[in-house]
């Protein structure tokens, strides 16, 4: 039976995407200390599985990575050159199914900015730019050989559906965790009812079960309440973190800090922290109890959420194929 379905984060997987930051997206003011966390991440990421990194020129990011990268975290390293508008990989990036006869499909859904708050046609566009890549060999040998590895599937267009990775959780098993305050906001899928889309998830998830959350969104956050500001499924069920400290930015206004967000790799959660020691450790060691087989490390995020992001909202993965 050719079942598809949606792996939870925690199973295996081929490789990480991240969408680099460059003088043209709204990092341009602190582009210096971005790319640092940036470099950090794509050096935790390339230790354990193949990176992807996105970019206009991908030869900026390589330049930052290559005098802290091992050589074998380099191999691990592959490009890919087209237009961004932005860098939130999570939300513009393939959601991708697998079945148990070894396939992926490469759902691309429609990527409208989080309600068309933002500039997004190239973001939009990047997964057809990926997918083009991997049929036509445009990438270099090495480059061209590892983008195959990590994401070679079957495409599926669903850009008549707007849907970002944020707002969704899979548990691996057919149920799918979201929120009422994100998938029923303004300029999405409107004049769908709350009833329509959980019957267009279940459908394009290929899920049995739609959990609804109905927690209100984070103070800051722009993408009307994703799921992985407040919630994430682990394994057994559902893990709520403790907020940190609130943090303002220069005019006053709250950023939404949140160790919800953190990122599972093959044999590691790489996890945000805010210089907050106390609130640190303590979701570090709740994401540890989680997953006791894991290495933890914490990423300082205070960059990123400047930008009403934080670590998971940066990052796709791509899932191995004939592993459960």
């Given at each position: 039976m050719n079942t598809w379905r949606l792996p939870a984060e925690w199973e295996p997987q081929s490789g990480v995407q991240l969408t680099w930051p460059h003088p043209d997206t709204d990092w341009a003011y602190m582009l210096d200390e971005i790319t640092e966390t940036y470099v950090q991440m794509a050096l935790e990421i390339s230790k354990r599985e193949p990176l992807l990194i996105v970019a206009p020129d991908p030869q900026e990011a390589l330049d930052a990575i290559k005098p802290h990268a091992t050589p074998e975290q380099w191999n691990n390293i592959t490009t890919l050159a087209c237009p961004t508008n932005d860098t939130w990989a999570r939300d513009h990036g393939f959601i991708t199914l697998v079945n148990s006869q070894g396939q992926r499909q490469l759902l691309d859904f429609r990527f409208n900015g989080w309600g068309e708050k933002f500039a997004a046609d190239k973001d939009n566009a990047i997964n057809k730019h990926i997918f083009e890549a991997i049929q036509n060999g445009t990438a270099e040998s090495?480059?061209?050989r590892l983008l195959k590895q990590m994401v070679d599937g079957i495409y599926s267009c669903q850009l008549d559906f707007v849907l970002e990775g944020g707002s969704i959780e899979s548990d691996g098993q057919g149920t799918i965790y979201t929120t009422t305050c994100c998938l029923t906001a303004p300029h999405r899928n409107q004049p769908m009812t709350q009833d329509d889309i959980e019957k267009e998830l279940k459908k394009r998830l290929h899920a049995h079960t739609i959990v609804w959350l109905d927690d209100d969104e984070l103070p800051g956050d722009d993408t009307d309440g994703h799921i992985d500001t407040v919630a994430r499924a682990v394994p057994g069920g559902?893990?709520?973190?403790?907020?940190?400290?609130?943090?303002?930015d220069e005019d006053g206004k709250q950023l939404p800090a949140t160790y919800a967000n953190f990122l599972i790799?093959?044999?590691?959660?790489?996890?945000?922290?805010?210089?907050q020691p106390d609130a640190d450790q303590e979701a570090l060691?709740?994401?540890?109890?989680?997953?006791?087989?894991?290495?933890?490390?914490?990423?300082?995020?205070?960059?990123?959420?400047?930008?009403?992001?934080?670590l998971h909202c940066c990052t796709m993965q791509f899932p191995a194929v004939n592993d459960r």
């Amino acid at each position: 039976m050719n079942t598809w379905r949606l792996p939870a984060e925690w199973e295996p997987q081929s490789g990480v995407q991240l969408t680099w930051p460059h003088p043209d997206t709204d990092w341009a003011y602190m582009l210096d200390e971005i790319t640092e966390t940036y470099v950090q991440m794509a050096l935790e990421i390339s230790k354990r599985e193949p990176l992807l990194i996105v970019a206009p020129d991908p030869q900026e990011a390589l330049d930052a990575i290559k005098p802290h990268a091992t050589p074998e975290q380099w191999n691990n390293i592959t490009t890919l050159a087209c237009p961004t508008n932005d860098t939130w990989a999570r939300d513009h990036g393939f959601i991708t199914l697998v079945n148990s006869q070894g396939q992926r499909q490469l759902l691309d859904f429609r990527f409208n900015g989080w309600g068309e708050k933002f500039a997004a046609d190239k973001d939009n566009a990047i997964n057809k730019h990926i997918f083009e890549a991997i049929q036509n060999g445009t990438a270099e040998s090495k480059d061209a050989r590892l983008l195959k590895q990590m994401v070679d599937g079957i495409y599926s267009c669903q850009l008549d559906f707007v849907l970002e990775g944020g707002s969704i959780e899979s548990d691996g098993q057919g149920t799918i965790y979201t929120t009422t305050c994100c998938l029923t906001a303004p300029h999405r899928n409107q004049p769908m009812t709350q009833d329509d889309i959980e019957k267009e998830l279940k459908k394009r998830l290929h899920a049995h079960t739609i959990v609804w959350l109905d927690d209100d969104e984070l103070p800051g956050d722009d993408t009307d309440g994703h799921i992985d500001t407040v919630a994430r499924a682990v394994p057994g069920g559902l893990l709520r973190l403790p907020l940190p400290q609130p943090i303002y930015d220069e005019d006053g206004k709250q950023l939404p800090a949140t160790y919800a967000n953190f990122l599972i790799i093959n044999g590691a959660v790489l996890c945000p922290t805010y210089n907050q020691p106390d609130a640190d450790q303590e979701a570090l060691r709740r994401i540890g109890e989680a997953f006791p087989q894991h290495e933890i490390i914490g990423i300082d995020c205070r960059s990123i959420i400047r930008q009403h992001g934080s670590l998971h909202c940066c990052t796709m993965q791509f899932p191995a194929v004939n592993d459960r």
